[in-house]
């Protein structure tokens, strides 16, 4: 089944290519339970894809009777110092490896565009550098790195618009797809991008952005997704291993 021909790949971070959404589950759920609270997986929905004081905001939302001392920062920086001791046992998720590696391989443009601080990014990412992502060879976007207007985090378009025209090249504009100072031949540009998501803000960032993604194929995991659908070389069985 073809799905049409893409030229270039922007990938989400947390939760698609490393099992680092856990850690902020853990970590989030040890500081609660010491006043007796819990993130459920529906609150946690929701800060998915959001800037980060703004899904602090939205989390201590739901408990508005924890203690005075509870505020936004103390819980950042709390939050800070337990991730900051399990980032480097963060692991790449099914698929990832070979996905990567064989778009590396066969130069098809690839980059990630995260919602992550740069500090994060490179706690989670380096010890992982020579198996994942050096092939990337530094074609990544976070939500600090001044490329994007504050507060514009997903489900905006901006983080794959930025990443797309900044790391690799595309003239794909600005704003929405859908806005009349984008032309033609950006919504053509837009359109030869895949965009790999795993949350529901970042699916509709895709979508707003003009780009290909989960919506037009949804998959339980990287290990699903056949490259020659959309258009783009296939698995090599002897090279493309896990």
């Known amino acids: 089944m073809s799905r049409g021909k893409v030229e270039y790949i922007l990938f989400d971070m947390d939760g698609l290519l490393i099992d680092s959404e856990?850690?902020?589950?853990?970590?989030?759920?040890?500081?609660?339970?010491?006043?007796?609270?819990?993130?459920?997986?529906?609150?946690?929905?929701?800060l998915m894809g959001k800037p980060e004081r703004e899904a602090a905001a939205h989390l201590l939302s739901f408990f508005p009777d924890l203690p005075a001392h509870f505020t936004i920062d103390h819980y950042l920086e709390a939050r800070r110092q337990g991730q900051d001791l399990l980032w480097p046992t963060v692991r790449p998720l099914p698929g990832a490896l070979k996905l990567v590696s064989h778009l590396h391989r066969h130069k098809v443009p690839i980059a990630v565009a995260t919602g992550s601080q740069r500090r994060n990014y490179e706690q989670k990412s380096s010890h992982l550098m020579d198996a994942l992502f050096g092939m990337f060879e530094g074609k990544v976007v976070?939500?600090?790195?001044?490329?994007?207007?504050?507060g514009r985090g997903k489900p905006n378009p901006d983080i794959f618009l930025v990443t797309a025209r900044e790391m690799l090249g595309r003239d794909v504009g600005e704003g929405d797809d859908i806005e009349a100072k984008v032309t033609d031949a950006q919504r053509k540009e837009r359109r030869k991008g895949l965009v790999f998501e795993d949350a529901i803000p970042?699916?509709?960032?895709?979508?707003?952005?003009?780009?290909?993604?989960?919506?037009?194929?949804?998959?339980?995991?990287?290990?699903?997704?056949?490259?020659?659908?959309w258009g783009l070389p296939p698995?090599?069985?002897e090279k493309d291993v896990d």
Not at 208 to 216: F, K, L, S, T, V
């Open 235 to 237: 698995y090599d069985v």
């Open 202 to 229: 970042g699916v509709q960032a895709g979508k707003r952005a003009g780009m290909n993604e989960q919506p037009d194929q949804t998959l339980k995991s990287l290990e699903d997704f056949i490259p020659e659908e």
């Open 142 to 150: 976070c939500a600090d790195d001044g490329l994007i207007g504050k």
């Open 22 to 46: 856990k850690v902020y589950t853990e970590v989030t759920n040890n500081l609660l339970a010491e006043h007796g609270k819990e993130m459920t997986w529906d609150i946690k929905a929701g």
